[in-house]
């Protein structure tokens, strides 16, 4: 049986494995985004980066996955990640 998630539930777990991290860990439709400007927290007006993760399809029992990263157009950048299943969580095995 093939696994889904919801945005919502990946949003909520970032958040909480990541509550005191600074600036916080938010969903994207936190951020105020205009063309060629570093994106601004809605809450609190202050400049953000954000982070994201395309899902490819798995292979061999793991999960391939692209982090990416964006601050402004000349700041940002991506890595690649290899998830592992373990039970009911995912880990990272490695990343480049």
């Not at 205009?34 to 399809?57: E, F, I, W, Y």
């Amino acid at each position: 049986m093939e696994e889904t998630w919801q945005v919502s539930e990946v949003v909520a777990a970032l958040t909480k494995e990541f509550s005191n991290h600074r600036p916080p860990v938010e969903a994207v439709d936190c951020a105020t985004w205009l063309l060629n400007r570093t994106p601004t927290d809605k809450v609190t007006g202050r400049l953000a980066m954000v982070l994201s993760v395309d899902v490819l399809d798995p292979v061999d029992g793991t999960e391939q996955a692209i982090g990416k990263w964006y601050s402004s157009g000349a700041v940002s950048g991506f890595y690649p990640f290899t998830l592992l299943k373990n039970g009911n969580d995912w880990l990272i095995e490695n990343f480049r």
